[in-house]
């Protein structure tokens, strides 16, 4: 059975910093691109960050460009987003998921594999 579980999240005050990490298990996703979504209260949910197979490639969502980073380790079969200078606006949960194409995509419906979400509130 394939599974994404991501951990991390948490409650942090605006400004601080929060990793996430993205755990895959049931196969290996060294030749799929991975990716970080995320859901506000009462929003649809929306693209973070992608990341290529070979880690070459990355794209970002314009509202965490210059405080997030995403990155994988192929070898442990892990994703994660690294997340900084967290405000407000930031607090969602928060969805790794891996596509079928190797290439970074933003595109929700290009991914195959959804973990459960992890939350993340920032406080004021």
């Known amino acids: 059975q394939v599974q994404l579980v991501e951990s991390g999240g948490g409650l942090v005050q605006a400004g601080g910093s929060l990793r996430l990490s993205c755990a895959a298990s049931?196969?290996?996703?060294?030749?799929?691109?991975m990716g970080w979504f995320r859901r506000a209260p009462g929003k649809e949910r929306e693209f973070v960050a992608t990341?290529?197979?070979?880690?070459?490639?990355?794209l970002y969502a314009d509202s965490v460009k210059g405080r997030f980073t995403i990155s994988r380790d192929d070898a442990k079969n892990t994703g994660s987003l690294q997340m900084n200078s967290l405000k407000p606006e930031d607090t969602a949960v928060y969805f790794c998921?891996?596509?079928?194409?190797?290439?970074?995509?933003?595109?929700?419906?290009?991914?195959?594999?959804w973990g459960q979400g992890t939350q993340v509130t920032v406080s004021p």
């Open positions: 990341i290529s197979w070979s880690g070459s490639s990355t």
């Open positions: 049931g196969r290996t996703f060294s030749r799929s691109a």
């Open positions: 998921a891996a596509a079928r194409s190797p290439w970074a995509t933003m595109t929700s419906t290009e991914y195959d594999y």
